[in-house]
């Protein structure tokens, strides 16, 4: 059974800060993928990452993927307010759009 | 166009009632799915459809049936809901095998 483990689950930086979130995941899988989601609305999607070594950037936020170490993670550079969410990693199980999702990592940025 | 367009956005339901959540997409996508979230937890796969046929049902209880009548459209019919069933219910679509989810508003259901 696959599972995604994303720490850390709380994350209160200040405004300028930077840090890491992580998403590490059981079993293999070339597709990982990043979502945002605000209290009440939907999941964003921000970042699909399909190979090993893949990194992408948008803004402030940079996401990359090991697939050896099954490992990903979401960099947050000089946090403002506005990327406060719940930050979702998802592994996809097989090829049919089956993502098992991590806890999710609510994340505030206070000024 | 890039939207999943989910009506409603909110349903409240007794327990004896039957409703549908309704989902459309004009993106060209072949696949489509159903997701659930609870409170404060993440989603959590029901069904995908990949080309209007029921590919993955997630031991999903037979109280939510699945319908895509074509490849723009999916529903979710319910019928003798369980207060334990409220919960924000996603609709996405996406190429088939190709990845990227792109999902609705949702429709957050709450059954009494």
């Known amino acids: 059974e696959l599972k995604v483990e994303q720490n850390p689950l709380f994350l209160s930086m200040q405004e300028g800060k930077n840090y890491t979130i992580y998403c590490n995941y059981s079993?293999?899988?070339?597709?990982l993928y990043w979502y945002r989601q605000d209290p009440g609305k939907s999941l964003e999607s921000l970042f699909v990452?399909?190979?090993?070594?893949a990194v992408k950037q948008e803004g402030r936020l940079m996401a990359s993927l090991d697939t050896k170490a099954r490992l990903s993670t979401l960099h947050i550079t000089a946090a403002v307010h506005d990327l406060s969410a719940t930050y979702f990693c998802a592994v996809e199980i097989g090829s049919q759009g089956n993502l098992i999702f991590g806890k999710g990592t609510k994340l505030s940025v206070k000024p | 166009d890039t939207e999943v367009t989910q009506t409603p956005k909110h349903l409240v339901m007794g327990m004896t009632n039957k409703k549908s959540l309704k989902c459309e997409q004009h993106m060209g996508h072949r696949a489509m799915y159903w997701y659930k979230q609870k409170a404060k937890k993440p989603p959590e796969l029901m069904f995908v459809?990949?080309?209007?046929?029921?590919?993955i049902n997630e031991s999903v209880p037979s109280r939510f049936s699945p319908e895509c009548p074509n490849s723009s459209l999916l529903n979710l019919h319910l019928h003798a809901l369980q207060p334990e069933d409220s919960a924000l219910y996603l609709c996405?679509?996406?190429?088939?095998?190709?990845?990227?989810?792109?999902f609705g508003e949702g429709s957050r259901l709450t059954v009494l």
């Open positions: 079993t293999t899988s070339d597709r």
């Open positions: 459809y990949s080309y209007e046929k029921l590919s």
């Open positions: 990452l399909l190979s090993n070594g």
């Open positions: 996405a679509s996406s190429h088939p095998g190709a990845g990227e989810l792109f």
